[in-house]
């Protein structure tokens, strides 16, 4: 499995001090190549703690916020949510590689205080910067962390005999993260094909859809169609 797959969490204490130079440098070129390749129009603001600084209904949950990507585009951009969460979390994985924090935030943050243009569709955001000093208790916490995660055989329904390959990849799914922890992306193998669904109806189902695919594929290989039912090709 890959590090950062197994040590990433959602950083919500980070150190308020800037990112450096080449962090900053490294998150610009990244962003960048997102939205060529997706149609998304992301954006790296590296300060945008005035969306963190007086929100009251966080209850102090996000400390020394500053950095963090503002996932937008297009509303027509076929898979936009499905696009933002696959290619999101890749970068969140390479950012865990460089020693960096992150966590996606849908809904916790004052929402005015960032823009986004008429015509475009606000996505959701990612935080970005250098983990901070946490309390022992929260420690404790952490470290208990992934038994939070539901068992692949609540995230996978199987006909007939599974991979190896197959079960690597739901591992690396079941520790994804998802809006409130919500796990609910589902994946379904049938007589050697695999597909993944989430619902339709929440607010962030297909941004944790393209979260689960990204996840897949970082430990399986091959690559993910977009869309809900999208079969896995190797
Ligand atoms: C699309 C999305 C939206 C999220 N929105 C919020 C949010 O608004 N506030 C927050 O504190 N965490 C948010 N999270 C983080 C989840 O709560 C977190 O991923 C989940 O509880 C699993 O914990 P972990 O990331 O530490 O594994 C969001 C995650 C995702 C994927």
Same mark, same amino acid.
């Given at each position: 499995?890959?590090?950062?797959? =197994?040590e990433?969490?959602s950083?919500r204490? @980070?150190?308020?001090?800037p ?5 900053v440098? !490294?998150?610009?070129?990244?962003v960048?190549?997102i ?5 998304l129009?992301a954006?790296f603001?590296?300060d945008?703690?005035?969306a963190?600084?007086g929100f009251?209904?966080s209850?102090?949950?996000f400390r *020394?916020v500053r950095?963090?990507?503002l996932l937008k /585009? ?9 696009? #933002?969460?696959y290619?999101?979390e890749?970068?969140?994985l390479d950012?865990?590689?460089? *020693? ?6 849908g /809904?916790? !943050?004052?929402?005015s205080?960032l823009?986004?243009p008429a /015509?475009?569709? @606000?996505?959701?955001l990612i935080?970005?910067g250098?983990? *901070?000093k946490?309390?022992?208790k929260?420690?404790v916490l952490?470290?208990r ?8 055989? =609540?995230?996978?329904?199987?006909v /007939?005999?599974v991979?190896q390959?197959?079960m ?5 799914v ?6 409130a ?5 589902? @994946?379904?193998?049938?007589?050697g094909?695999?597909t #993944? ?5 929440s607010t !962030?189902?297909?941004v944790d859809?393209g ?7 970082e430990? #399986?290989g ?5 869309g809900?039912?999208?079969r896995?090709?190797?």
């Open positions: 499995m890959r590090k950062a797959i =197994e990433r969490y950083v204490t @980070f150190d308020p001090k990112l450096s130079a080449e962090d440098a !490294f998150l610009e070129q990244r960048a190549a939205n060529a390749k997706t149609g129009n954006v603001l590296e945008g703690s005035k963190f600084s009251k209904s209850y102090g949950m *020394g950095s963090l990507i /585009g297009d509303p027509s951009t076929p898979n936009l949510f499905e696009k #933002a969460g290619h999101g890749a970068l969140v950012l865990v590689d460089r *020693g960096l924090g992150t966590c996606w935030v /809904g916790t !943050f004052d929402k205080a823009e986004v /015509g475009e569709q @606000f996505i959701c935080l970005v250098y983990p *901070g946490i309390a022992l929260d420690r952490l470290a962390l992934h038994d939070r995660y539901k068992p692949i055989s =609540e995230r996978l329904t199987a /007939g005999h991979s390959t197959v690597n990849g739901m591992e690396s079941r520790l994804a993260p998802s809006a922890n919500s796990q609910t992306p589902h @994946f379904n193998y049938d007589d094909i695999l #993944a669904t989430a619902p339709e109806d !962030f189902g297909l859809l979260i689960a695919k990204c996840h897949f594929v430990e #399986a091959g690559s993910f169609e977009f809900l039912g999208g896995w090709l190797l």
